[in-house]
């Protein structure tokens, strides 16, 4: 197996066990809610075929769902970030030729992974929370608990590549 897959398959392993034993139980208030696996779909490489970004998200998506019995809903928005991500790749990004394989924040810089992250997370949690209440009565509500929620994953993911990924 070739070292770029092991890398995965551990990032993988530590992100859902991160999650599952300790993440899920961080609860602020009922507002604050990080859900930092999304860092897998993330740091896939840019030049991995659609299809594998696609299940390879699925994948991650359904394990949590079944570590936190969510019925589908991590599955739903992780599937539904993959399948934008290119799109928001293309619009944060000036020129193609300037892009790394390897979207961590050592190749591409701190403005550009920041940027990334904020739009790939907030989209994953507001489609989230909003699958997991399946109403728009309380719209705004909803709406500031993905932000909060948001932000905090956003730190801790951010902080991640400054300690672990620091290739």
């Not at 970004?53 to 970030?81: K, P, R, Y």
């Not at 399948?83 to 394989?101: F, G, K, Q, S």
């Amino acid at each position: 197996m070739q070292r770029p897959g092991i890398k995965y398959i551990l990032m993988f392993i530590v992100l859902v066990v991160a999650q599952v034993l300790f993440l899920n139980q961080i609860q602020f208030s009922g507002f604050i809610n990080p859900y930092v696996y999304v860092l897998f779909i993330l740091l896939l490489p840019l030049s991995a075929p659609r299809y594998a970004v696609l299940l390879l998200s699925f994948f991650i998506g359904l394990t949590i769902d079944v570590f936190s019995n969510t019925l589908g809903m991590h599955s739903f928005a992780s599937v539904f970030i993959a399948y934008l991500r290119p799109a928001i790749i293309r619009v944060i990004t000036n020129r193609e030729e300037d892009m790394h394989d390897y979207p961590g924040m050592a190749y591409t810089g701190l403005a550009w992974f920041l940027t990334y992250t904020a739009i790939m997370v907030f989209i994953h949690h507001t489609v989230l929370f909003y699958i997991e209440v399946f109403t728009f009565h309380n719209f705004f509500n909803t709406l500031y608990r993905a932000f909060l929620s948001s932000l905090f994953s956003i730190f801790v993911i951010v902080l991640s590549q400054f300690i672990v990924f620091r290739d």
